[in-house]
């Protein structure tokens, strides 16, 4: 007797039922079921937040049927036997059950196929080959699926190093479902086929790249697979400028921000980090904040006495100054109380703006011109170094006036 997933909410949306529905009335009932990670997540205890179909549907007949349906259907991968579907608000992914034609180790060409078995035999790893009918009916083509989400144990499909070469990007998967799912020991024989083949990733997107390793310091705790990504030389495949982990460990400890942690793991050089945002084609916005966190002429320390804190926070910005907090309790997570002090400074106090502009400069004497930047600046650094006086600048912008004439 099959075995039977318990009841989940997802599985009798409206809009699931309104596509299962769609879907069944083009091509009989069975011809689509739930596929990977809703059923992972739902056999290990982890949240569904995206619930993704398999059909034996071919994707035009999938686009047709949703569309009968007044469903709206959108062809967002036909190649590869995917659409999108529309329904109830949310959108549901479909895609085509299928077999690898060809492989270059970064992209594959596919044929489709009404065969399940065949669609689960090019998945990565067993736990992502599970299928579910609407009825919650599990279907385990490897034998192993539903054991391996249950028990956290991340084994490929077939032969690790063959899964590999199809795809290289698949490293990293292995290492991001260690990290989220695993439990336990790793699979010998993935880890020796990782360690084996790490050179093959240097053939893959910056872009691919980039997203599967913010996926996996995204986890819970990522650091027992940066500690095996350590071990196997992935991590120096990925990251070259990787040093030890301590200073991971340590930020795994205090954020869940998968920007934080990858700073942690870059050397403490504005300049080095910004070059390694750009060869992981991160966004400018990415790119400057890493560089901003890892260090700078503007000191952050857990030991600073409020006035030194409103002056860095002025300098910084807040999400800078936060930044900076985090690594520095990263790297002393005995100072949690001084740490959390200045997050809550940095939450609280309102960063003001110099009152004093180019008008009051002229107002003061001081004729358009460079000059007039020299001298809000000088005022600016006396305004901070006093900690933001409300009175006094009246005065002082007097004296720098009559000084800079």
């Not at 990415?286 to 030194?308: H, K, N, S, T, Y």
Request: proline fraction near 7%; charged fraction near 25%.
């Amino acid at each position: 007797m099959s075995r039977r997933l318990e009841p989940q909410p997802w599985m009798t949306d409206p809009g699931v039922v309104a596509v299962f529905d769609a879907l069944e009335a083009a091509g009989g009932a069975g011809c689509v079921r739930f596929v990977g990670g809703c059923l992972r997540n739902a056999l290990s205890g982890h949240p569904v937040a995206d619930v993704d179909l398999a059909t034996s549907l071919r994707p035009e007949a999938v686009m047709a049927a949703l569309e009968a349906a007044g469903l709206r259907a959108l062809p967002t991968g036909l190649e590869h036997g995917t659409v999108t579907a529309l329904s109830g608000g949310r959108t549901f992914e479909i895609t085509t059950l299928r077999r690898d034609v060809a492989t270059d180790g970064r992209r594959a060409v596919v044929a489709f196929t009404e065969d399940w078995a065949e669609d689960a035999a090019r998945r990565d790893f067993r736990l992502n080959a599970l299928y579910a009918d609407r009825e919650g009916r599990l279907y385990d083509p490897t034998g192993c699926g539903v054991a391996d989400a249950e028990a956290g144990r991340i084994v490929f499909v077939g032969d690790p190093a063959g899964r590999i070469r199809e795809d290289y990007l698949r490293i990293l998967r292995f290492f991001r479902f260690f990290a989220w799912y695993g439990r336990g020991q790793p699979d010998a024989a993935a880890l020796d086929a990782c360690a084996a083949l790490k050179d093959g990733m240097a053939r893959l997107s910056a872009e691919r790249v980039s997203s599967e390793l913010l996926k996996l310091l995204a986890a819970p705790d990522p650091a027992p697979a940066a500690r095996l990504m350590a071990r196997t030389g992935v991590l120096a495949q990925v990251l070259p400028e990787a040093g030890p982990l301590d200073l991971f460990e340590g930020m795994v400890a205090v954020t869940a921000d998968p920007l934080l942690r990858l700073s942690s793991l870059l050397p403490p050089d504005p300049q080095a980090a910004a070059r390694i945002a750009g060869a992981l084609r991160l966004s400018n916005a990415q790119r400057d904040r890493l560089a901003a966190m890892v260090g700078g002429a503007v000191r952050v320390a857990l030991d600073m006495d409020p006035p030194a804190a409103r002056a860095a926070l002025y300098r910084l910005g807040r999400q800078a100054f936060e930044d900076r907090v985090h690594r520095a309790w990263a790297a002393a997570p005995l100072q949690a109380a001084a740490a959390a002090a200045l997050l809550e400074l940095a939450a609280s106090w309102p960063i003001p703006r110099l009152p004093v502009g180019g008008r009051e400069v002229a107002a003061a004497g001081l004729p358009p011109g460079p000059a007039t930047g020299r001298v809000l600046r000088a005022l600016e650094d006396w305004w901070v170094a006093n900690d933001f006086p409300q009175t006094g600048l009246d005065a002082r912008l007097a004296e720098l006036v009559a000084e800079d004439r």
